[in-house]
């Protein structure tokens, strides 16, 4: 498994949002793309998922290229994403959003219950939580049940969308906690966030991304260190 | 506010399988003896003022119990706003005037085509247009129902602004005239097929294609993620409702005998509308309700002739304001099975 963007341009009408990036994501890595608001990160997410339309450019996965394959058929091919803002199914139960996750796996009846209890396993507070309905939950259990979610579908790239996005600091550092233990159940995970500390401390590597343009790239353990990267990304005040 | 559907569905829950065989038995017994209660002096209120009351029961309560169970389907199951619902309706009753009239053909023989008809328009409608969203789609819909009205108006084979007359009765059933001095039959029959239809949407719901419409209206960038082929599933709502509607529309003109296009408005679409959303979006028994209530209400105080749409439309905002929800709202509670699953 290996994702590999190349030359890639989105357009929100006549607005380039995204003009031209590139970069790879190895089988096994985590890989962060941050940047302000506004960079194109969501975009970028979202068009390698296949909700936004490639202008020009390439997605390959697996050495193919997928920009024309229909969004609801990428999920087969193992890309799940866990959208920005959660997207929970407020109105269907903790379990039945889980079972959306697997909506089109061929062997779903078979790998139902073996991966609840994997995603269970992770998120122990979601098995509490089964029969109350998705919109009731907090906003970092609703986050844990967009992780569990996309991974229902057995992904073998997880997208995921500012997982810390509006959580308190505690459930930040175990949402991301639990991010490296997924990866290291071999998912490769492509991250997209604007906490960059966090991210660039559990990610291998990182891309920065600026109004619509790749501007470095480096391993995320460096970027941590690099002054301007602080000025920039991390606050003077960052440790 | 309380939520009479989890009220019911609590009650219904608790009793044993005898007991709801018994109570569902008693249900359809009372309802199918409905057209007779105007006979009787202690249910004789039901009756309404210059309408014959047995007629009322087919056109419109029956009729308008059909259609907003079609409707349901697409706005309360599946979030897609259609205005122009009577389309469907117009296409069934025309293809039943125009081919009982012309051809050998009997109402029964009509049933399949009208309905097949009324599914095909819906496809034809929705593949270019349900790649719109909301209020968009909305618009269309209302476009696409004037454009039916028009053209029923303005083609020679429907008989222009005269409409189809003298349309034949269909053929007896299991021995029981159909015909003008037989409603009580009439309303047998579109009592089955409000049944029929209640069953099939009940099939549906609980099976992956009510999951797909339910992931759909609550959020429709998330269901591609889940890899739900939105298209189709929403072809599919369109279709199945246009369907409902098609053969609500055949049923309608072998009763009536004579259509004509003012008989297929957009009052008629935002009428049905109306019950879905009065009744309860997205429950089958608010639906059944909600049409029950805004097709008898109104003949039931034509006494009070001209203020009577006034009054009708004044109860209905004090209901929504009361109950913005509907009369029975759709589920809110916890998942039915995991009660079972606890209590096991």
């Known amino acids: ?239 | 506010m309380i939520n009479l559907r989890d009220k019911g569905a609590d009650l219904w829950e608790g009793w044993n399988r005898p007991k709801r065989i018994t109570f569902v038995f008693a249900l359809l017994v009372v309802i199918s003896l409905l057209p007779f209660a105007g006979n009787f002096s202690f249910s004789s209120f039901l009756n309404t003022p210059s309408a014959s009351y047995q007629d009322v029961l087919v056109y419109p309560i029956g009729m308008f119990i059909l259609m907003a169970l079609g409707l349901n389907i697409v706005v309360g199951k599946s979030g897609l706003l259609d205005l122009g619902y009577v389309a469907f309706f117009a296409i069934g009753a025309y293809t039943d005037a125009i081919l009982t009239t012309k051809t050998h053909l009997n109402t029964w023989q009509v049933m399949p085509i009208g309905i097949a008809l009324a599914m095909l328009s819906g496809v034809l409608l929705g593949l270019p247009t349900l790649r719109l969203r909301g209020d968009y789609l909305a618009i269309v819909t209302l476009g696409f129902g004037e454009i039916v009205r028009i053209v029923i108006l303005n083609s020679s084979i429907t008989g222009g602004t005269n409409g189809v007359a003298s349309i034949p009765n269909p053929p007896s059933v299991l021995g029981q005239k159909l015909d003008l001095n037989h409603s009580v039959n009439f309303f047998w029959i579109v009592l089955v097929m409000i049944l029929l239809v209640i069953w099939m949407i009940r099939r549906f719901t609980v099976r992956r294609p009510g999951r797909a419409w339910e992931a759909i209206r609550q959020d429709e960038d998330v269901a591609i993620l889940m890899g739900v082929p939105i298209l189709r599933y929403k072809i599919w709502s369109f279709s199945i409702g246009a369907a409902i509607g098609g053969a609500a529309g055949v049923i309608f003109a072998a009763k009536v005998l004579v259509i004509a296009p003012d008989m297929f408005t957009f009052n008629v679409s935002v009428l049905i509308l109306s019950c879905v959303v009065f009744g309860g979006m997205g429950n089958i028994w608010g639906v059944v309700f909600g049409a029950t209530m805004l097709a008898y209400v109104p003949q039931r105080i034509r006494f009070i002739t001209n203020a009577r749409e006034l009054v009708f439309g004044l109860v209905l905002i004090i209901v929504m304001n009361l109950r913005p929800d509907g009369i029975l709202p759709r589920k809110k509670r916890e998942k039915l099975s995991a009660r079972k699953e606890k209590s096991a």
């Not at chain 1, 159940?185 to 500390?197: P, R, Y």
């Not at chain 1, 559990?202 to 970027?223: F, M, P, S």
């Open chain 1, 1 to 239: 498994m290996r994702l590999e963007i190349k030359d890639l341009r989105v357009h929100y009408g006549k607005i380039e949002a995204i003009k031209g990036i590139s970069f790879v994501v190895n089988e096994g890595e985590i890989v962060t793309l941050i940047g302000a608001n506004g960079a194109g990160k969501t975009t970028t997410l979202k068009t390698i998922s296949g909700l936004r339309k490639v202008s020009s450019g390439q997605i390959l996965f697996d050495g193919e290229d997928i920009s024309n394959v229909p969004a609801h058929e990428r999920v087969d091919l193992g890309i799940s994403q866990s959208p920005e803002g959660r997207g929970i199914f407020p109105g269907m139960t903790v379990l039945e959003n889980l079972e959306m996750g697997k909506y089109n796996r061929k062997n779903r009846k078979i790998e139902m219950n073996e991966d609840l209890e994997m995603v269970y396993g992770l998120f122990p507070r979601l098995k509490e939580r089964a029969f109350q309905a998705g919109g009731t939950l907090s906003g970092g259990e609703q986050q844990m049940l967009a992780i569990g979610r996309s991974l229902m579908a057995r992904p073998k790239v997880l997208l995921l969308d500012e997982p810390s996005m509006g959580l308190a600091p505690q459930m930040i550092a175990n949402i991301f906690r639990i991010i490296t233990q997924i990866n290291k159940q071999g998912v490769t995970i492509l991250l997209v966030e604007q906490n960059a500390q966090q991210a660039l401390q559990r990610a291998h590597r990182a891309y920065i991304l600026e109004t619509g343009n790749v501007v470095k790239e480096a391993k995320a353990a460096d970027l941590l260190n690099d002054p301007a990267v602080r000025e920039a990304y991390l606050g003077t005040g960052a440790h």
